[in-house]
């Protein structure tokens, strides 16, 4: 049934995606594409909302930003970008500070007005208090860069909700995604380029996909129809590298979000796209409002739509964020070693393939590097 396709590959988002615009248009083969779920786009999809007319990301803001002037330009050739660019703020004991922590979050905190020669030196006071000489994990990482009384406040109850664990069974890494400011930049990232693409994220995958080398097939579980490929048949996998296997060794950790999503009749609920909530008694660790994320938009001016984020484990069911660390590492090593030994046609990648925390434009750089290096190389 599926013999007349050169490769097939399994998830609609970033990582087959753009292989599947190279392999189509640049080496003019057919591929097929096919996705559990009932749309492309991964967890990067957009639709819009039926009663204000909102684009919305179903699975959390994405916001577009990379230095990577290949991928930015790779990117162009589907989409424009609008001028959006992205700050966020948290909530702490119901007070509102800049995130990530920069000088205004540390002049607020503690109701002083350091310039920003002066953090240095208040920091080390603060942290010689508390630190670690070898920081083992998330918890010690962080305390090491800002010191316990700002850890306490804005990363420890956020972290707990968002990973489900004491931060001190985190690893250090991840604390190293969030900057930390000494001035008073409230950008949340420092790349050359941002922005969110004009006509949304599914416009660009609906671009990615238009030729017609390229068959989709929607709500269909790769595993379920995978005996019936001829065992030469290319495959490039982008789902989770366990369910490959059949979770035959256990279950790599991931945690995954839900999301409630409400009408409110204000113009203008948070004043921003993205509100963290720092506390831990607070069930939700953020709402969105997409409404911020297309300001060239004409959208309604009596209502608005949020959208609150909540965390919990994957336990199998749609896996967001690898937990990593020690146990996983070795976990996720174990399978790929099998998966090279037994399943020689496969390619493994992308966020959940490659069990990494990556951003979209990490996985846009992979896919290229896959496609240039292994499929058409
Ligand atoms: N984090 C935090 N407080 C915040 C925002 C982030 O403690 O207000 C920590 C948290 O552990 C999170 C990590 O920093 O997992 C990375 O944050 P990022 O915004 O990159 O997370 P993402 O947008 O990928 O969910």
């Given at each position: 049934m599926y013999k007349s396709f050169d490769y097939v590959l399994v998830g609609a988002g970033f990582f087959c995606s753009v292989i599947a615009e190279r392999i189509a248009n640049d080496m003019n083969k057919k591929v097929l594409i096919i996705e559990?779920?009932?749309?492309?786009?991964?967890?990067c999809y957009s639709e819009i909302d039926n009663k204000t007319r909102i684009e919305y990301h179903k699975y959390g803001t994405h916001i577009f930003h990379t230095s990577d002037k290949e991928v930015w330009g790779y990117l162009l050739k589907f989409t424009s970008f609008n001028s959006y660019y992205h700050q966020v703020l948290t909530v702490y004991n119901g007070q509102v500070y800049q995130m990530p922590i920069n000088l205004e979050t540390i002049n607020s905190f503690y109701k002083i007005n350091l310039k920003p020669y002066e953090v240095d030196a208040f920091l080390k006071k603060e942290i010689e208090t508390e630190s670690y000489d070898?920081?083992?994990n998330f918890e010690e990482q962080a305390i090491n860069i800002i010191g316990r009384p700002l850890y306490d406040a804005f990363i420890k109850g956020y972290t707990k909700k968002q990973w489900?664990?004491?931060?001190?069974?985190?690893?250090?890494?991840?604390?190293?995604?969030l900057p930390f400011r000494k001035?008073?930049?409230?950008?949340y990232f420092f790349d050359t380029y941002q922005g969110i693409p004009t006509d949304g994220y599914t416009e660009i995958f609906n671009k990615l996909l238009a030729s017609k080398n390229i068959m989709l097939k929607l709500d269909t579980d790769f595993h379920q129809i995978r005996?019936?490929?001829?065992?030469g048949t290319k495959i490039i996998y982008s789902g989770s590298i366990d369910s490959l296997l059949d979770y035959k060794y256990g279950a790599l950790d991931y945690r995954t979000l839900s999301f409630e999503k409400e009408v409110v009749?204000?113009?203008?609920?948070?004043?921003?796209s993205v509100m963290n909530y720092a506390?831990?008694?607070?069930?939700?660790?953020r709402i969105h409002e997409?409404?911020?994320?297309?300001?060239e938009r004409d959208y309604p001016s009596d209502k608005t739509l949020i959208i609150k984020e909540f965390s919990a484990e994957a336990n199998r069911e749609d896996?967001?964020?690898?937990?990593?660390g020690e146990k996983n590492r070795l976990l996720y090593n174990k399978y790929l070693k099998e998966i090279k030994k037994t399943c020689p046609n496969f390619i493994v990648g992308g966020r959940l393939g490659d069990y990494k925390y990556y951003d979209m434009h990490h996985v846009i750089r992979e896919a290229l590097n896959v496609y240039s290096k292994d499929i058409r190389g």
């Open positions: 559990k779920r009932n749309h492309i786009g991964g967890n070898e920081p083992k489900g664990r004491d931060p001190k069974e985190l690893p250090a890494h991840i604390i190293k995604r001035n008073y930049s409230e950008s005996d019936q490929f001829s065992s009749e204000y113009e203008d609920y948070q004043g921003t506390n831990q008694d607070i069930p939700y660790t997409p409404k911020h994320l297309h300001p896996p967001y964020y690898p937990i990593g």
